[in-house]
């Protein structure tokens, strides 16, 4: 099956909109896969999705079915959700999938995002049927894919995930919020890093936290992200075919990303194995 990825949002930590980011954008996560039948998989929903909503809506064409995978909870990756459009249409539906954080489950973290104290419209209120999922397996089917997951090392719970067609076809996986170094203290296990390459192998399409520099890193070990080379070196040693840098760090403008993405693909020439390197860049669509 083929089907296509679109970025909605490419940025970290905080949206930094303004014309030193407008080519890689000022959006925070967000990535659509739509599958060649209608199947809608969104990965994330930072504030790129509120672009994506508008989008959507647009071009709708009778009932919008949407399923978002978030990765955690951290509030980069759910602050565009009160403002998705679709939530605000009567037939509409939209399922989100996600791990509980400690004792918290994933529905009562959503309702706090939009408790009156802090949003003026609570989650009750949408017009569209809305369900919360939680992730407690490792496997799962969502429609044409089925989903695989793995659990990353950044702090609280966070998911990484596999997509693969069921019918057959080109995988992709989407890790952000990943450090790779040795910086932070993670409850994963010893054979981690050997397991996690086993997770990736072989996927045609890596999307990849690259927050950092090397230098960069030195100040920022166990806040949960990696460097460019550490993404490089991960996705030659998985035989991904396309890595596609993400999770930007918002003081990074598109200057500062031209200069990231070069040294990146420098070093992936050095290490000698065949890898297509980019950047997410807000729009960029990927076919697969």
């Given at each position: 099956?083929?089907?296509?990825?679109?970025?909605?949002?490419?940025?970290?930590?905080?949206?930094?909109?303004?014309?030193?980011?407008?080519?890689?954008?000022?959006?925070?996560?967000?990535?659509?896969?739509?599958?060649?039948?209608?199947?809608?998989?969104?990965?994330?929903?930072?504030?790129?999705?509120?672009?994506?909503?508008?989008?959507?809506?647009?071009?709708?064409?009778?009932?919008?079915?949407?399923?978002?995978?978030?990765?955690?909870?951290?509030?980069?990756?759910?602050?565009?959700?009160?403002?998705?459009?679709p939530f605000f249409a009567p037939g509409n539906s939209v399922r989100i999938w996600g791990t509980r954080q400690g004792t918290a489950s994933l529905e009562a973290i959503l309702r706090q995002q939009m408790d009156p104290a802090v949003f003026p419209v609570p989650l009750d209120a949408l017009s569209a049927s809305l369900t919360v999922q939680q992730v407690d397996m490792e496997e799962f089917s969502i429609g044409e894919?089925?989903?695989?997951?793995?659990?990353?090392?950044?702090?609280?719970?966070?998911?990484?995930?596999?997509?693969?067609?069921?019918?057959?076809?080109?995988?992709?996986?989407?890790?952000?919020?990943?450090?790779?170094?040795?910086?932070?203290?993670?409850?994963?296990?010893?054979?981690?890093?050997?397991?996690?390459?086993?997770?990736?192998?072989?996927?045609?399409?890596?999307?990849?936290?690259?927050?950092?520099?090397?230098?960069?890193?030195?100040?920022?070990?166990?806040?949960?992200?990696?460097?460019?080379?550490?993404?490089?070196?991960?996705?030659?040693?998985?035989?991904?075919?396309?890595?596609?840098?993400?999770?930007?760090?918002?003081?990074?403008?598109?200057?500062?990303?031209?200069?990231?993405?070069?040294?990146?693909?420098?070093?992936?020439?050095?290490?000698?194995?065949?890898?297509?390197?980019?950047?997410?860049?807000?729009?960029?669509?990927?076919?697969?």
């Amino acid at each position: 099956m083929a089907y296509t990825v679109t970025f909605w949002g490419t940025r970290g930590s905080i949206p930094t909109p303004g014309a030193d980011t407008a080519r890689y954008g000022g959006n925070t996560p967000c990535v659509a896969v739509e599958g060649a039948g209608g199947q809608l998989v969104v990965l994330d929903a930072g504030t790129g999705i509120r672009a994506l909503g508008l989008d959507l809506v647009a071009k709708q064409n009778g009932a919008a079915k949407v399923e978002i995978l978030l990765s955690h909870a951290h509030w980069d990756h759910i602050q565009g959700l009160p403002h998705f459009k679709p939530f605000f249409a009567p037939g509409n539906s939209v399922r989100i999938w996600g791990t509980r954080q400690g004792t918290a489950s994933l529905e009562a973290i959503l309702r706090q995002q939009m408790d009156p104290a802090v949003f003026p419209v609570p989650l009750d209120a949408l017009s569209a049927s809305l369900t919360v999922q939680q992730v407690d397996m490792e496997e799962f089917s969502i429609g044409e894919f089925r989903v695989r997951t793995t659990k990353l090392r950044h702090p609280g719970t966070t998911l990484g995930f596999r997509l693969t067609p069921a019918k057959g076809g080109p995988a992709m996986a989407y890790v952000t919020d990943n450090e790779l170094g040795t910086g932070g203290h993670y409850e994963v296990p010893g054979s981690w890093r050997r397991d996690f390459l086993t997770f990736l192998k072989g996927v045609d399409l890596l999307i990849h936290d690259a927050m950092y520099t090397p230098d960069e890193l030195e100040e920022h070990r166990g806040w949960g992200h990696s460097t460019y080379e550490e993404a490089v070196t991960l996705a030659q040693d998985a035989g991904v075919k396309k890595l596609v840098l993400f999770h930007h760090e918002p003081e990074h403008g598109d200057k500062e990303m031209d200069a990231l993405l070069t040294a990146a693909r420098k070093f992936a020439k050095k290490r000698e194995a065949a890898l297509e390197v980019d950047a997410a860049r807000e729009g960029m669509k990927v076919s697969l």
